[in-house]
């Protein structure tokens, strides 16, 4: 199997008709052997009937049907689970991305990047509402996980296999993916892909509850940095903290030589240099359990690693695939 | 009343615990027994016994004895709760479909025939029935203790139960090996089902006089139901974003405390009011200790999840459907199980 194409799907049943004769008329002018994932996430109109019709019919079509709604990101991880082709492109159900990009993405993955990130350059949508946020976001995520990425929000994506096998996605970790994707030691690229307005129904998943984004991001910022080594992080966590001790401490000494008292020394600072001490200890050792818990847990990093193995010289007949 | 030899493998296996307190339990089952017989359902009957109440032991091997019917008798080893034993009833069943009951009648076995309808309907039917006692007929003091600790549930979870700790529950097979109870989530199981993607219905049932009697609990058992549905509250939403919710916790108090001092330093700035003779700096301080302390357990959370649970799949499939025809309803190989076997393969 040379590509497989995973597309969630989330209470489409107007456009999945639609989108599944666009997609096979694209994938069929590449002239590739391909595979079409359709990841039904719990819609709750007649979206599950129309994938049963298409599966009917087409032979290259498999349908993944969620109990219940799980979201984008389990969704796609769905697809990269039941995927076998060496390629993985994965797009929106709502029609927002054009299927003729995948010769585009494709080209470069050819090329020899791991990851090709769709940007909506010319996004249609509206300006306050959705560009605005989503540019901070993006921005931030950039700054934040050292993979900039202008269009984090794009689902049109494609990935070699081995990447995606590293990856794991869960709650809305579709929003970092790029990032995520990076963790493995991928090679990512961005192209600029076409993109048209909604033609059904309304946006589904929109960047709504930013401390949640926050929050994962802190995740990601700790799964990418020092996941095999989180007593640094810790110890890197716990500095502003031992800069209040310091300040604090300082402060009190100060306060007991430079004043003449006239009712006793005031106690707020010492006390001040005791919690932000507290603090600090205790940063230093939940770094320790960290480091016990990765020790005892079953992450290895050479698992994590994307490597490649060249062989040459009198051996070169015994390649190894990577 | 005569229950016949059951012949083959049971359709349906009745679990009842017993384990806190219990009633007639000869009556229970000939009660119950009679009614599945009358319904064409073969059953076998599996009593789990917690150590606490080996008292019922005598009666429930008299029973044995006397009645054709397939009747198991399964005894824990020591007071390991209603969880450990429905667990452990759940496991010994052979039957497609498994009814749990309370040791003593809660319900009325007539309203059998309308559970198995809500189940096996063509049009939608359930994974799992819960029985609703409904109306209750008990003291007003059960009803308010159950109104007041549904409420608390339902603003948590976002669910509509009226009766969850009912006894009365009706379920396939694939929905009890999933359960995986312990501690005090028996008394969840509706929620868990609801989290794992299962469909859930409440039906009314008739309550029994036998269960009347007010029930009063100590402080401790009011206190670890609270903890009980925080448990709930915090697996059924943030087992795999562990930060989410410490992370709220933790911001929500950092911040608190970072504007109380904030206050404090600009009305010294500008007020002129002192700042060291002031408690509520140290109050700030705190706070904002506990908010960081909150958010890095949170992490470490993060780190136990990505290192123990990276191959563990948050969603649920219904069905895998092949082009062409190729369509497995039912028996899917759960993620877990496939993504092991991905990463070998590739």
Request: glycine share 8%; net charge positive.
């Amino acid at each position: 199997m040379n590509l497989s194409i995973v597309i969630p799907l989330y209470n489409e049943e107007e456009s999945v008709d639609a989108l599944h004769a666009e997609v096979t008329a694209a994938a069929g002018r590449l002239d590739r052997e391909y595979e079409l994932i359709l990841v039904d996430d719990g819609s709750r109109d007649r979206t599950a009937e129309k994938l049963r019709a298409i599966c009917a019919r087409d032979p290259r079509v498999k349908v993944v049907r969620f109990r219940r709604n799980y979201g984008q990101s389990a969704a796609l991880q769905a697809g990269f689970d039941q995927a076998r082709g060496q390629v993985v492109i994965t797009l929106d159900g709502d029609l927002q991305n054009d299927p003729n990009d995948f010769g585009l993405l494709l080209r470069h993955i050819d090329e020899g990047y791991d990851v090709v990130c769709g940007w909506r350059r010319n996004r249609q949508d509206r300006m306050i509402s959705r560009r605005l946020p989503s540019m901070a976001a993006n921005w931030l995520i950039g700054r934040l996980t050292g993979t900039p990425i202008h269009d984090n929000g794009c689902t049109l994506k494609a990935y070699r296999l081995e990447v995606v096998r590293k990856a794991s996605l869960y709650a809305e970790m579709h929003r970092f993916l790029a990032p995520m994707m990076s963790l493995c030691g991928s090679r990512t690229r961005e192209v600029v892909v076409h993109h048209r307005a909604r033609r059904f129904g309304v946006s589904k998943y929109g960047l709504s509850r930013i401390w949640k984004v926050f929050l994962d991001l802190l995740t990601i910022k700790m799964l990418l940095g020092f996941t095999t080594r989180p007593a640094r992080w810790f110890a890197l966590l716990s500095l502003p903290f031992l800069a209040g001790t310091l300040l604090a401490f300082a402060t009190s000494v100060y306060i007991h030589f430079a004043w003449t008292p006239r009712n006793g020394y005031p106690l707020v600072f010492p006390s001040a240099t005791l919690l932000f001490a507290f603090a600090f200890a205790h940063l230093i050792v939940l770094g320790f359990l960290a480091e016990l818990i990765v020790k005892v847990g079953d992450f290895k990093e050479s698992e994590a690693v994307l490597a490649t193995v060249e062989t040459g010289g009198p051996h070169a007949d015994r390649q190894t695939a990577r | 009343m005569r229950i016949a030899r059951l012949r083959g493998e049971p359709e349906v296996s009745v679990v009842i615990p017993v384990v806190e307190r219990y009633g007639d339990l000869r009556q229970l089952y000939e009660e119950f027994a009679a009614e599945l017989e009358r319904l064409g359902r073969p059953a076998e009957f599996l009593f789990v016994v917690d150590d606490s109440q080996r008292g019922a032991l005598p009666v429930l091997r008299a029973l044995q004895e006397e009645s054709a019917g397939e009747i198991l008798i399964v005894t824990m080893g020591g007071a390991f709760g209603e969880s450990a034993a429905l667990t452990l009833g759940m496991e010994k069943a052979r039957g497609e479909t498994i009814l749990t009951l309370a040791s003593y009648f809660q319900v009325d076995p007539r309203g059998l025939a309308g559970a198995f309808d809500a189940l096996e309907r063509l049009d939608g039917g359930a994974d799992l029935v819960v029985g609703r006692r409904h109306p209750r007929i008990d003291s007003t003091f059960n009803r308010l203790q159950s109104r007041l600790f549904h409420s608390v549930v339902s603003r948590l979870t976002g669910t509509r139960f009226h009766d969850i700790s009912c006894g009365f529950k009706l379920m396939r097979r694939r929905v009890a090996r999933e359960l995986n109870l312990y501690g005090g989530l028996h008394r969840f199981v509706p929620l868990l089902a609801l989290s794992r993607g299962f469909t859930v219905k409440e039906i009314p049932l008739r309550q029994r006089d036998e269960d009347r009697g007010t029930r009063y609990h100590g402080t401790g058992a009011y206190l670890g139901r609270m903890l009980d549905i925080l448990t709930v509250f915090f697996l059924t939403r943030f087992t795999r974003t562990p930060l989410r919710f410490f992370g709220l916790l933790g911001t929500a108090l950092f911040f608190l405390g970072f504007g109380i001092d904030l206050i404090a330093v600009v009305q010294r700035a500008v007020a002129d009011q002192g700042l060291a003779d002031r408690p509520i700096l140290l109050l700030g301080v705190l706070l904002m200790v506990l908010g960081v302390q909150t958010l890095s357990l949170g992490l470490i959370g993060e780190i136990i999840i990505f290192t123990h649970a990276r191959n563990i799949r948050e969603y649920r499939v219904a069905e895998v459907i092949r082009g062409a025809g190729g369509h497995r309803p039912r028996e899917v190989p759960q993620p877990e199980a496939e993504s092991k076997k991905a990463a070998t393969a590739s």
